[in-house]
């Protein structure tokens, strides 16, 4: 277990200026746990200044754990994942500077004849901007499912659609999607604060936020207010757990990739230690509510946020409901192998599983155009609207 006193003195230290002394305490207590035989893992923690606080870690490779390279001197094959959590440009916080890349062209975000819109959203917890894609296939009166995408650290609405290519597969299936954006003055890393109780609650913080922009897109244009879902990528994944527990009368199913369960910390502490051994103390949902359904991506060599987190999503999203279990084992061909396990209950398959195997801390399937994807993996954006659109919120 963490030791929550050093975490404790170490931010006191940062808030009063002492950065040199926060790291050296910090380190010291890593190299003290740390297991003798073990590959580097993730152990940087960036302290916070303000009431925002954001964790700091080095990225892990995307594909076998065993090929991970230092992000000082990249290979091809790091630079398929680039480090979500980037050094400050005053060099103040821990953490790898992590690799440049030029950002996403147009045609690497939205297919040609569709748009994609700004827009922005405020209410009495503040303001966000968003992205809106526009398939070519809309027309004013005819309701369209509706996807709400929430991006990882560091990342961007354009970065987040790039990388996954929602929007191209949106396209074939003519689907909205919607793509809030987390501001640097709301964190530093422009992680979505899914670790402080105050963004875990309906109709306070980043929640209402969220389903603000959500609601002010059905208000807008045409959407099926029975198929509107909502996935994410790391923070973002966490968000949209939460955005799951919270609003279950809003979205009819969720996706959450290399995220954590709803709940599973409530401070920076206990956000650091859930996402490097799990979540233990993720809460229940709704209580009596009814399962939502979810499907769950998350790479068994992820050393960012433990695998054990997926296997936590799984068990708060089934809650007490009793299903029926399946499980199987396939290859792409040229890639990695992955373990996919649904769970049906008496009328519905209600939840999917995918354990990818060899995957670290990436978007399965996703296009080196955007930041940390792994195109050797099965194709996460592809399977989540397949299973979104298997699904209509429940009367």
Request: neutral net charge; charged residues 20%.
């Amino acid at each position: 277990m963490l030791n929550q006193d050093t975490l404790r003195e170490a931010t006191r230290l940062t808030q009063a200026g002492q950065l040199t002394e926060a790291t050296a305490l910090l380190q010291g207590m890593f190299r003290e746990r740390a297991p003798a035989a073990a590959s580097p893992a993730p152990r940087h923690i960036r302290l916070p200044r303000h009431a925002s606080p954001t964790i700091e870690l080095k990225a892990n490779d995307a594909g076998n754990a065993a090929r991970a390279v230092p992000v000082e001197a990249p290979t091809a094959a790091s630079r398929r994942t680039r480090p979500l959590f980037d050094r400050a440009k005053d060099g103040a916080w821990l953490g790898l500077r992590g690799v440049k890349h030029t950002p996403a062209s147009m045609t690497d975000i939205v297919p040609e004849g569709t748009r994609f819109i700004e827009g922005t959203y405020s209410n009495k917890a503040g303001r966000r901007a968003y992205k809106l894609f526009v398939p070519s296939g809309y027309r004013h009166g005819q309701p369209l499912p509706l996807v709400v995408m929430l991006h990882g650290c560091t990342q961007s609405p354009d970065d987040f659609a790039a990388g996954t290519r929602m929007n191209f597969i949106a396209e074939e299936r003519t689907c909205l999607v919607v793509y809030p954006a987390q501001p640097g003055d709301a964190n530093p890393s422009k992680c979505w604060n899914w670790f402080r109780a105050a963004d875990q609650r309906r109709d306070e913080g980043e929640p209402s936020l969220i389903a603000g922009i959500t609601r002010q897109v059905m208000q807008d244009y045409s959407v099926d207010s029975r198929r509107v879902f909502v996935a994410g990528l790391s923070a973002g994944g966490a968000a949209a757990a939460i955005m799951g527990a919270t609003y279950a009368d809003l979205y009819a199913a969720v996706g959450i990739h290399s995220g954590l369960a709803y709940g599973a910390a409530t401070d920076m502490p206990s956000a650091f230690a859930a996402m490097r051994h799990g979540g233990g103390a993720a809460r229940q949902a709704i209580a009596d509510a009814p399962a939502l359904p979810t499907i769950i991506f998350h790479g068994d060599r992820d050393t960012t946020v433990h695998p054990d987190n997926g296997a936590q999503a799984v068990e708060q999203a089934i809650g007490a409901t009793k299903t029926r279990k399946k499980v199987h084992r396939g290859q792409i061909p040229g890639g990695h192998g992955y373990t996919r396990t649904t769970y049906a209950d008496d009328e519905h398959e209600i939840l999917e599983h995918w354990n990818i195997h060899g995957v670290g801390h990436a978007w399965s399937g996703g296009s080196p155009a955007g930041s940390y994807t792994d195109p050797e993996g099965p194709d996460a954006t592809k399977e989540m609207l397949r299973f979104f659109l298997e699904h209509s919120l429940r009367s």
